[in-house]
């Protein structure tokens, strides 16, 4: 019987052998095939906004570190002073340079300073006129020439005096040294490690003060017992990573109005490289509406913490902003309140970041 062709490839059975290797098929089940170029589009889009996100709250979170170590060394700084004011009965002052301001605030200058030094050691005879037999010069007189800056006053103060009760400023005790200035080796120097500051500065953030005009060093001139000259090195006192010193303005002894009054406006501030820096006002509580405020108007601002201090940083952005047209107070022109008070601002752009020793944030955080 003879079979069908198609019949007879039906019936034949499948081997696999030398040769003949089965392969597997290609599947065609719908769901199973590979990204679109599209939907591999938007899970990359998906990952760098994710990145993007955990990149900011990375930044945010190292910015807020900074912000709060700077504001717990503001606190330990304020701490120091407050501590200083205990043990010496008042808040040390700034020192302003007699070459910028008038005759009435060069008398001021002199006598504030002679009252500090008489506080710390009062039986200081420092002041007297006859320290120099050369020249009669005494120790105070080479201070209120060159004056202490707002950033210079922080360290100064903090940095410590001789134990010797008769000259605070030149003991016998005081280890004098040299210091390197640009390669030059300048000697007769009291540094701070002359000293034992009532704050534990970090050495390595401390820097030699400088005049901003030429760049060079700024110390005072100030004479030992048998009429030497010494230096005593002026330094300014930086957060880290900053390129922005700390400020001091001592707010305890006169009012916004008596400063105006005593012609003491022009140097209650901090000169830095992008603006004049001055210490924050506020208007003092239960004062009336402006529209029903006797003249002079000023006799109703007082500066924050009146009756301490006020130390300042201009925070992340290493830039202070425009204190100066806002809180500068007007020579001869007291019937007005300022611009910028604290806490209503507004404190907006680079002076928005401020951090000081009586707000818990930046001055931005703290405005009503």
């Keep these: 019987m003879v079979l ?3 019949e007879t490839k039906s019936e034949q059975p499948k081997v696999s052998g030398e040769g003949h290797a089965s392969r597997p098929k290609l599947s065609t089940t719908p769901g199973t095939s590979a990204f679109t170029l599209t939907e591999l589009l938007v899970v990359i889009a998906i ?3 994710l990145a993007a996100l955990a990149t ?3 930044i945010n979170a190292l910015n807020a570190g900074k912000r709060t170590a ?4 503001i606190d330990g700084l304020n701490t120091a002073m407050a501590q200083f004011k205990t043990d010496h009965g008042s808040y040390p002052p700034n020192v302003f340079s007699n070459n910028e301001i008038s005759n009435l605030e060069q008398s001021k ?4 300073l002679v009252r500090m030094l008489t506080r710390i050691a009062p039986r200081s005879t420092e002041f007297q006129s006859n320290l120099n037999p050369n020249t009669g010069q005494n120790n105070i007189s080479p201070i209120t020439a060159v004056g202490l800056s707002p950033a210079e006053a922080l360290v100064f103060w903090l940095q410590g005096v001789s134990s010797d009760p008769q000259r605070p400023l030149s003991g016998s005790d005081l280890e004098v040294t040299s210091i390197d200035d640009g390669g030059s080796t300048i000697t007769n120097v009291l540094t701070i490690d002359s000293f034992e500051p009532s704050f534990d500065f970090d050495r390595g953030r401390l820097r030699l003060s400088r005049n901003p005009a030429d760049g060079s060093r700024r110390f005072l001139n100030v004479f030992d017992i048998s009429g030497n000259p010494l230096q005593i090195q002026l330094y300014e006192y930086f957060p880290s990573g900053s390129e922005v010193p700390y400020v001091y303005f001592d707010t305890s002894r006169e009012s916004p109005l008596q400063v105006a009054n005593n012609w003491q406006t022009t140097e209650f501030f901090y000169s830095s490289v992008d603006g004049n820096v001055y210490p924050l006002k506020q208007l003092k509580p239960n004062a009336p509406d402006e529209a029903n405020m006797n003249s002079p108007k000023l006799q109703f601002v007082e500066y924050v913490s009146q009756g ?7 925070g992340l952005d290493d830039a202070w902003g425009d204190f100066a047209n806002s809180t500068r107070l007007n020579l001869g022109n007291n019937d007005f309140i ?3 008070l604290y806490p209503a601002g507004p404190f907006i752009g680079d002076i928005a970041d401020t951090l000081t020793n009586f707000s818990t944030g930046t001055l931005e955080d703290t405005q009503e």
Excluded: Y
């Design 338 to 340: 300022p611009q910028l």
């Design 308 to 314: 301490k201090c006020q130390i300042l940083h201009s």
């Design 4 to 6: 069908n062709q198609n």
């Design 70 to 73: 700077i504001l717990l060394e």
């Design 56 to 58: 900011n709250a990375a």
């Design 109 to 112: 200058n002199v006598n504030t």
């Design 47 to 49: 990952i760098a906004v």
